[in-house]
């Protein structure tokens, strides 16, 4: 899929350039990373404590050691995490609490002649990343602790900044989608906690007008032939359009087909898109963070035509989900998501709580 991960092994022809002595000093890992307790055991770790938890321990553990940012190895973990979601025969690794994968090549050395190597040195002269991060003296490619460290120790080959690090994840993957994905993620990671991200809302207000049923994969003959991408929530004009979601605005403004619209990216990788909108809520700008159940526009009837034209249909909101494969992204229907965070927004309003599901 990477071109680093196919044939551009760039990092490995500068680390195989270097002389075996200054590989050896570029190797040694600070004595801090080896007082660090090995949590590569998921299974027993989330006994007593739940997942996400478990993670932030692990991602901060290896932050205090490296001074990478805790917040940017969360993001591309988690991306990591829902590539491997996207492709399970490719990716497929035990169960850990890390999602980073990383092949053979990568790990022990596009060179190595053992690409089942986890000896450290060895794999540091032949340009591998894998590193001991544990302290237990092996570059364990399913050890948790190894394989973040492994990639924080990646990334401080290019410094500190935010375009340093922009520049390393290009590098990494040679793919804009997954610099940007990773940089949206990062920016929600700082911002609110894995189990805030988790939640989600309803569209529009469930004390409003609406009505919706599936409708994704119907055919459609305006602009050409193609099937509905998504779910009609028929509504009154100017009925409020909420984020079912938390996540970061990626595009807003005029589409042919969908009028107003406005593209939110989750946690998950999930692109949500709001169509046919009549306008959007002041203020509302692309790079924006957005909450579960935040007010991002207004339902309306425009789209079909040049930018400004309205009412070809009656009003609704047209709303899809769009996963991303790392290289493409698909649609699939999104009523059993709606009709589960409308029935437990009702549950919850209903027990007299207030915040999303």
């Known amino acids: 899929m990477f071109s680093l991960r196919q044939t551009k092994y760039k990092p490995f022809r500068r680390w195989i350039s270097i002389s075996v002595a200054t590989i050896l000093a570029l190797y040694c ?27 932030q321990i692990l991602y901060e553990k290896i932050s205090t050691v490296t001074q ?15 590539l491997t979601k996207a492709h399970p025969k490719n990716r497929s690794h035990p169960s850990r609490l890390s999602g980073v994968y990383m092949s053979s090549p990568i790990w022990s050395g596009a060179l190595n002649p053992d690409q089942t190597d986890n000896n450290p040195l060895s794999i540091s002269i032949f340009g591998g990343l894998g590193r001991d991060g544990s302290g237990d003296q092996l570059a364990d490619v399913n050890n948790d602790m190894d394989m973040l460290y492994s990639m924080a120790n990646y990334l401080l080959q290019y410094g500190p900044s935010q375009n340093d690090f922009s520049i390393a994840l290009w590098e990494y993957y040679h793919n804009s989608r997954a610099v940007q994905r990773i940089q949206q993620f990062s920016k929600m990671y700082e911002r609110f906690s894995a189990q805030e991200l988790s939640r989600h809302a309803f569209p529009l207000p469930l004390n409003s007008q609406y009505s919706y049923r599936s409708t994704w994969g119907s055919g459609r003959n305006w602009g050409g032939v193609r099937i509905h991408e998504g779910t009609d929530l028929f509504a009154g004009y100017g009925v409020p359009v909420r984020s079912t979601s938390y996540g970061v605005v990626e595009l807003k403004g005029w589409n042919t087909f969908g009028g107003w619209r406005i593209g939110i990216r989750d946690i998950d990788n999930h692109y949500h898109y709001y169509a046919h909108l009549m306008g959007y809520e002041k203020g509302m700008k692309t790079g924006d963070i957005v909450t579960a159940g935040q007010v991002i526009g207004y339902v309306g009837s425009s789209g079909y035509g040049k930018p400004g034209t309205q009412g070809k249909f009656p009003p609704h909101l047209h709303y899809g989900i769009y996963r991303d494969s790392g290289l493409v992204e698909w649609s699939f229907d999104p009523y059993p998501l709606l009709h589960q965070w409308e029935k437990g927004e009702r549950k919850a309003l209903k027990h007299g709580k207030k915040r999303t599901s």
């Open 68 to 82: 990478i940012p805790w917040y940017r190895l969360a993001a591309i973990d988690q991306y990591e995490r829902t």
């Open 29 to 55: 890992i600070p004595a801090e990373a080896h007082d660090v307790p090995d949590i590569s055991k998921g299974s027993e770790i989330t006994q007593n404590i739940d997942v996400y938890s478990s993670r």
